[in-house]
């Protein structure tokens, strides 16, 4: 069992100064930062292992090719997917349910059909469904969270009709850290024949995942927020779905055969990776979770579970405050403004003259800042590197903000 000082000791950057002061980074839900092992294995896979994937016969390409395509395995087993073949690689999140978009949702759906989603979506959950809006005329139907923050699966339950031929919905959102009980959203959509997408961009991060369980059709994950590469990522996609998919971007790697007038396409997953790859960034990927896997899962759940606890009850000691999602089970991810005060982005500016790195905006979530009646938060997100001394300072730092502005 590692002690948190031992885990910070993995990560460099945590050791650095900002602004005089030392890093207390607290913006892991935008993006976290990385341990020795996936820049030691970044710096292998270029200095000593690079070439390009799935073309060449020479050495160099069959290491490349071996390292890369193990990834696919990792993260099928991470995430408690039954097959690797269902694990497309994207750059992200928002890749991956674009492909979906794109690839299964577009050349399906029609004028009225419905996608039900909860306001309290990603932009990357939302956008690419605005899309099919504006080109189909295909209807949003919007679920809203309760005043907790919980969004119970059967509010979105009660949402699914006869017209809705999908529910995309986030599995933990990146603002309130409320976790959505996707299981029983899939049994009560499966029920109805209804086909659900989850954005998994912040659940992988903090819950174990287990997909055979979930029983979800699409499940998509970003690796540079579980402490991997930036644009490294997958979708996992069930063969029923795989089945039903058509390839979203064309080129190299996603054929089998390019003649004047007909394609052959490759087999899936494959079939959706159209040209070069981020062959390094989805190798780092695979460090990162060979290193979160040993720490294991139930060391970071219970050392985020006391982040939170005690984030909780100092922040909660703050009566000028306001801090948005009050679900018990929530994440350790606060949502704040100050009564009264300043701008979230005047707050940011503060905390960081102190070191402390928070977000300050909307999220890329605006439709969860018009149901909160507010255009911005400050977002202080823990990762599992963070420490009880870093709430301190993060509570030092909001105090000296509140003295600044009121
Ligand atoms: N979904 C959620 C819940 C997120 O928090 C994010 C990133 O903040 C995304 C999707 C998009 O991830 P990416 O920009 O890495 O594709």
Redesign the pocket.
Known sequence: MRDVAAVRADFPILSREVNGNPLVYLDN???AQKPRAVLDAVIRAYSEEYSNVHRGLHHLSSVSTENYEAVRGKIAKFLGAPSEDGIVY????????NLVAYGWAMPRFGAGDEIVLSVM?????IVPWHFLRERLGVVLKWVEPDANGDLPADRIAEAIGPATRLVAI?????VLGTVVDVKAVCSAARKRGVPVLV?G???AVHLPVDLSDIGCDFY?V????LYGP?AS?AIWISAERMAEMRPFMGGGDMIREVRRDSVAYNDPPMKFEAGTPGIVQQIGFGAAIDYIEGLGMPWIMEHERRLRDYARSRLDGLNWLNTQGRSADKAAIFSFTIDGAAHAHDISTVLDRKGVAVRAGH???QPLMDHLGTPATCRASFGLYNTEGEVDALVEALELCHDLFS
Request: charged share 10%; aromatic share 0%.
């Open positions: 839900g935008a993006s994207t750059t992200g999140t928002t890749m991956g349910i979506e990603h932009h990357a959950n986030t599995h933990l959102s990146n954005d961009s912040q659940a998509a970003t690796g540079h927020k930036s990522g999220h890329c979530a």
